[in-house]
């Protein structure tokens, strides 16, 4: 115990930390995006409240949301550490030797990417988490004939709304939802949330390019064999895929809903 928080206190040990915190936010944008795929079904947002009340109500997937806003939180701080006493560490200028020559644009803007990032998770949350967590969405019934498939929809008066519920009578499903899809439409009518989401996702993009690579490198994964994978998986899976992912969103129900 003596020596944990020496290690854990030191450059090195911040480092580990935000590589953990970061790899598991890595894992969680995967998740995310596989399940707000589902704003893209033409369903009048059925499959999206289903999965946004699973999330948000399933025990063990609550618990994991509690560890996501802890990660997201010692992440933010153990950077600003290391970014102030980086810059203590080193005040001023050296006359002879240029660090851009060794260095990307995005590794020496992570600081500036990852406060787009903050602001974006706060935006993100009040116009979503928050609203859908303090009954500020509106209500939806779905009634789904059992024999042949068939679902209509029709919006719920506050009254008539208690909470999350499926029945079946004469054959016929019926699910009342608050409908955090109508939210998403909703807000996503706003040209500049749109473009701050879209600018957000190309600072993710940066971000994660520099980061997921970093992030290994810290825990020690640093075999030949291995570093063309991770640097593959960085680039194209985190840098390109996840964040056009999560950028066609918004310009989905902007520019086509």
């Known amino acids: 115990m003596s020596n944990s928080k020496p290690v854990l206190s030191s450059s090195l040990g911040r480092k580990l930390i935000m590589s953990l915190t970061g790899i598991f936010l890595c894992t ?104 859908y967590h303090n009954d500020q969405v509106p209500y939806i019934e779905y009634q789904t004939d059992l024999a042949t498939g068939n679902t209509t929809s029709r919006v719920l008066e506050a009254s008539e709304f208690n909470d999350y519920q499926v029945t079946v009578e004469n054959n016929v499903e019926t699910v009342k939802a608050r409908d955090l899809y109508k939210q998403v439409d909703f807000a996503f009518e706003n040209p500049l949330l749109v473009g701050f989401y879209v600018l957000a996702m190309a600072a993710l993009a940066f971000h994660l390019i520099h980061g997921f690579k970093s992030a290994f490198q810290t825990i020690g994964v640093s075999h030949r064999k291995y570093v063309p994978i991770i640097e593959f998986i960085g680039v194209w899976g985190f840098g390109v895929i996840i964040p056009i992912g999560f950028a066609l969103m918004p310009l989905y129900f902007y520019f086509v809903k």
Not at 68 to 84: E, F, G, P
Not at 112 to 129: D, E, K, P, Y
């Open 28 to 131: 969680f944008l995967i998740v995310h995006l596989i399940g707000n795929l589902q704003l893209f079904k033409n369903d009048e947002g059925y499959a999206f409240n289903n999965y946004a009340y699973f999330m948000t109500h399933f025990t063990p997937i609550k618990v994991v949301s509690y560890l996501l806003y802890a990660s997201i939180v010692v992440h933010a701080i153990y950077a600003l550490v290391l970014s102030i006493k980086n810059k203590a560490a080193r005040p001023v200028n050296y006359a002879q030797f240029d660090g851009k020559a060794n260095s990307t644009w995005n590794s020496r803007n992570m600081g500036i990417l990852g406060t787009v990032l903050l602001v974006f998770i706060a935006t993100h949350m009040q116009n979503f988490w928050w609203k």
